[in-house]
């Protein structure tokens, strides 16, 4: 693998990462300040993959449902 396609290989990893985080203190924190920017980055970083052609499969994002980071979860009655 030439040096080029590893740089992208590990952009990939990080950005994966980096999207895992967001989507856990999202969810820890949804419809708050933090869960609220988290739904911001992985808004832009979801649009910036799709103008680009990044495969949304390939950093976590493919079937993941930002709208769930507006709101708290509902809790039982």
């Known amino acids: 693998m030439s040096a080029s396609k590893q ?3 590990g952009a990939v990893i990080c950005l994966e990462s980096v999207v895992q ?3 856990d203190e999202g969810e ?3 419809g708050m300040k933090d869960g609220l920017l988290a739904y911001a980055a992985l808004t832009r ?3 910036n ?3 680009w052609g990044v495969p949304l499969d ?3 994002l493919a ?4 709208d769930t980071l507006l709101n ?3 809790k039982a009655v």
């Open 7 to 9: 740089q992208q290989a």
């Open 21 to 23: 985080l967001l989507k």
């Open 28 to 30: 820890r924190n949804a």
């Open 45 to 47: 970083i979801k649009g």
């Open 49 to 51: 993959a799709e103008a």
């Open 58 to 60: 390939g950093i976590g």
């Open 63 to 66: 079937d993941y449902d930002l």
């Open 72 to 74: 708290a979860p509902r």
